[in-house]
């Protein structure tokens, strides 16, 4: 680095975002071996993102990778500062600009997007970002209380997600109650009425794209079984996928559209080659979904038949992939959800923004696995570092100029501790139900346990 950013001592880096990508970034900057101090701000008092939100409740293996996670922090190496919202409603982004030298944005792509079907802006009609965050325990969801009192569901897409609202629609409460969902969440699920989920996916089966490991999980549900329709493309037989996943996946589906469901309580039907074309609803409620069926023509394309089914369903789940949101004082491509960066490095009309950084979903679109974020953090990293001896130094690099700016807009950050403080309260609340965790949901919850107070 330069002479005069070592007689400053340490460079100091803001991560906005304690999600993976945040993370993996801070674990990235603290392995470099650069004079570099590191504090990861999250709006929410609780650390993980998309691992404590947006993964099932009962994936336990998966969630297993906070343990990687949170390494940065113990020891303190990094300091996290959750509770602090940055942008509308928080500290402004200009203001916390003058106290680092670099910024990471990893906040993630969060917006459902949408079919573009009338009867879309029914009520009962949910995006599965917003589904899975309530059922996950988000306290932007605790208000949602979707009503499950039919016994029909539809879930439109043809990826993990769509089958993870299915198999947690499916399963008994009893199930649920062993994982970490919010007791209102658990109420909620004890007392549905859903018999039908009906997954509706474009394509046909030979095209499916799901993860062998999360397809075999609903072919093994206690409660449900799965019947397969396809319109007789199975048993016609269809061209062998070169992909491997997907040659798994055809296996299964052929096993289970050839044996006879078992009377179990409730069904996930698997509909092939069905595309949603209106939702019809009664009182402002969904009641319907109108799909079309399609056909694969010979040149292996999707093609509508005109032909339409309607299936009753009193919530419609769209599972179609998530957009991001743009940041306050950065550019932002709509057309790809992203902020348009080179390599991590912002960029605005071909320029590179000063001190500015994204990784994860907001840099690159919402592709990939959890995992890949480490790489995609580190190329970033490898930018800042470069960056940093010709980077300005901040007006106020004191941390202690920080906290007060954040006193100054009435912030009152948790620290790894008071994210400790309520770890440990969700630990004590699983004790009550047997479970490992159960996790507070309300913010004001949340906040009153992180910093020590009396909590229910």
């Not at 929410?44 to 297993?64: C, I, Q, T």
């Not at 009503?147 to 997600?161: E, H």
């Not at 807009?409 to 948790?414: A, E």
Request: charged share 25%.
């Amino acid at each position: 680095m330069g002479d005069e950013l070592m007689q400053q001592g340490q460079a100091r880096v803001a991560v906005i975002g304690a999600g993976p990508s945040g993370l993996y970034a801070a674990a990235a900057l603290l392995a470099s071996g650069e004079p570099v101090s590191v504090e990861v701000l999250d709006r929410l008092p609780a650390p993980y993102g998309l691992v404590r939100y947006g993964v099932a409740p009962d994936h336990v293996k998966m969630k297993s990778v906070i343990r990687v996670l949170q390494k940065p922090f113990d020891p303190a190496h990094v300091e996290f500062l959750g509770g602090v919202r940055v942008g509308e409603g928080g500290i402004p982004l200009d203001v916390v600009r003058r106290h680092f030298h670099a910024v990471v944005h990893a906040t993630g792509s969060s917006v459902d997007r949408h079919l573009g079907v009338p009867g879309e802006d029914l009520a009962g009609s949910l995006g599965s970002g917003a589904f899975v965050s309530w059922y996950c325990g988000h306290p932007d969801r605790v208000e949602l209380q979707p009503v499950l009192d039919r016994p029909g569901v539809a879930v439109v897409g043809a990826g993990n997600v769509a089958l993870d609202v299915a198999r947690v629609l499916a399963k008994t409460a009893d199930e649920m109650a062993e994982t970490d969902v919010p007791e209102p969440v658990l109420s909620a699920l004890r007392g549905s009425a859903v018999r039908d989920v009906h997954v509706l996916i474009r394509r046909g089966p030979q095209h499916v794209r799901f993860t062998p490991a999360e397809l075999r999980q609903i072919g093994e549900l206690h409660n449900a079984d799965v019947v397969v329709h396809d319109d007789g493309l199975l048993a016609e037989g269809v061209e062998e996928p070169e992909d491997r996943r997907q040659r798994q996946n055809l296996d299964m589906l052929r096993e289970w559209a050839a044996r006879e469901t078992t009377g179990k309580p409730r069904r996930i039907h698997l509909r092939f080659l069905r595309s949603p074309v209106r939702l019809v609803g009664v009182d402002g409620r969904v009641s319907a979904v109108v799909v079309e069926r399609n056909k694969i023509d010979a040149d292996g394309r999707v093609v509508a038949t005109g032909e339409e089914e309607t299936f009753d369903a009193g919530l419609v789940v769209r599972a179609i992939g998530y957009d991001g949101e743009p940041i306050e004082g950065l550019p932002f491509d709509a057309r790809t959800g992203t902020v348009p960066n080179d390599g991590g490095r912002v960029m605005r009309d071909g320029v590179q923004v000063p001190g500015a950084y994204v990784t994860g979903w907001i840099k690159r679109g919402p592709t990939g696995v959890i995992g890949t974020n480490k790489s995609d953090a580190s190329e970033t990293v490898e930018a800042l570092l470069a960056d940093l001896p010709g980077l300005p130094t901040p007006a106020h690099p004191e941390p202690e100029a920080f906290r007060a700016a954040l006193a100054s807009y009435g912030i009152r950050p948790v620290d790894w501790t008071g994210w400790l403080r309520l770890d440990a309260e969700e630990v004590r609340r699983g004790g009550l139900r047997g479970a490992e965790r159960v996790k507070v949901a309300d913010l004001a919850d949340m906040l009153e346990a992180a910093h020590g107070a009396r909590t229910s």
